[in-house]
């Protein structure tokens, strides 16, 4: 038994240690990606509203944004996440997607971007920016594999952990207090990591296909007889169609559904694809679909959250749970807490390594891994810099806004691990 917990602990140290760069980089993008549109809020006054008791008519909205952007094809109408925040129409115009600000309430257009806080933050989070044969997403969700691997380790090498949910030592050594802390932390944040862990696994499943999961959970768009018209009246059709008829048709295909979001085809044997809430607790809006004939208005099909599959169910809850959105900013602010405190971990493990005297050899062995990290976290500068430029098409003092902002991150990181404690010592 000591032998199989020294195996745990060992197992635990080392991606700990050796991995702590990048898990550190994928803990906290997450922890960000759980208040982005309340950064862009602050951050935007442009995306902010205040609530009234009537909305603005969609179809007069669409004539506005028509006039700003005559040059322009609304793509998709995605509906305000937040009461206080916006809704965000996506306009592509001169090879860019626009993400135009619209108060649902009075129908005015607020202001524009091609890059969001929480788009941002969400690319990388969710593929590092490396959008090439999922290598990207794969190297994210490897670590919901680590993730869960170092909670239940810790469970098995630390003795009476159940015990010690208040124990912090404070009055032996910095190295104790640490070493304290990191249990003290870990073993509050023990539901959230496995919470975490299993959704990130589950995102792997559905990546892979594994037991035809993304099949089942992500149908494929139905297709429908070539509409008759040309390649340029199907771009305007996020001008002409008639909103208030699309939201009452879908809203009649599934009991209770508030539609959200509109998604307008690509080609012209696509529909038109809406989702939304309706009374099903714990799903994205995504688990609500109607497919509507862009003339017609003709309900092509339907995906009710009440009717899934298991598979479905799960998929369509893994967001909700994953990132904390069910609940509103409440739960959304829970996440961020316990997102910092899972941050944390990562960064007292460091410390604990740092201020534990090890031989040379060891201290080599880790250097050679912190080189891997840090190499691996400039390809993924490398690829976050070639999509800002390349697909958002960032000013340059946006670029610089960025660059300054992850220099300062770098150069405490560097001042307190590479540094200040390295010199304690």
């Known amino acids: 038994m000591k032998q199989l917990k020294k195996i745990f602990f060992q197992l635990h140290s080392w991606i700990g240690i050796n991995l702590s760069i990048l898990f550190f980089v994928v803990c906290f993008s997450g922890t960000l990606a759980t208040l982005a549109r309340e950064i862009d809020w602050i951050f935007r006054p442009g995306i902010r509203v205040e609530v009234q008791d009537h909305k603005a008519d969609k179809n007069s909205i669409a004539e506005k944004i028509k006039k700003a952007y005559p040059n322009g094809v609304i793509t998709e109408w995605e509906g305000a996440r ?19 600000f619209v108060n649902p309430y009075t ?141 009452s048709v879908a809203e009649n295909a599934i009991p209770h559904l508030k539609v959200k979001d509109i998604k307008f085809p690509k080609n012209l044997s696509s529909p038109i694809y809406v989702t939304g809430k309706s009374n099903v607790p714990l799903v994205r809006y995504r688990a609500n679909r109607v497919w509507l004939h862009p003339l017609t208005y003709e309900v092509i099909a339907t995906q009710k959250a009440t009717e899934v599959g298991a598979r479905t169910l799960i998929n369509d809850s893994a967001d909700m749970l994953h990132f904390g959105v069910w609940g509103g900013l409440i739960t959304k602010i829970i996440w961020f807490v316990f997102g910092l405190c899972l941050s944390s971990l990562v960064l007292t493990g460091i410390i604990i390594r740092l201020k534990k005297k090890t031989k040379k050899e060891a201290d080599l062995k880790v250097a050679k891994w912190n080189y891997f990290n840090i190499s691996i976290v400039a390809l993924l500068f490398g690829a976050m810099y070639y999509t800002l430029v390349v697909k958002y098409a960032l000013a340059p003092y946006q670029i610089a806004l960025i660059t300054s902002g992850f220099a300062t991150l770098i150069f405490l990181a560097y001042y307190i691990f590479g540094y200040k404690l390295k010199k304690r010592n």
């Open 82 to 100: 937040m009461p206080y925040l916006c809704d965000l129409v996506s306009v592509e115009k001169d090879g860019l997607e626009w993400y135009v």
């Open 107 to 247: 129908g005015n257009i607020q202001g524009a971007t091609t890059l969001t806080f929480q788009r941002f933050i969400r690319d990388f989070h969710y593929y590092f920016f490396i959008d090439y044969n999922n290598i990207g997403h794969f190297m994210v969700l490897v670590f919901a594999f680590m993730l869960f691997t170092v909670t239940v380790t810790a469970l098995f090498f630390y003795k009476n952990w159940w015990r010690k949910l208040f124990e912090l030592k404070t009055d032996k050594g910095s190295v104790v207090l640490f070493r304290s802390l990191h249990r003290l932390v870990g073993v509050w944040s023990v539901p959230f990591c496995l919470l975490i862990s299993i959704t990130g696994i589950w995102y792997f499943i559905e990546r892979t296909n594994t037991a035809n999961v993304s099949e089942v959970a992500n149908p494929k768009l139905p297709k429908i007889k070539a509409l008759d018209i040309d390649e340029t009246s199907l771009k305007k059709l996020g001008f002409t169609v008639d909103y208030n008829k699309i939201i």
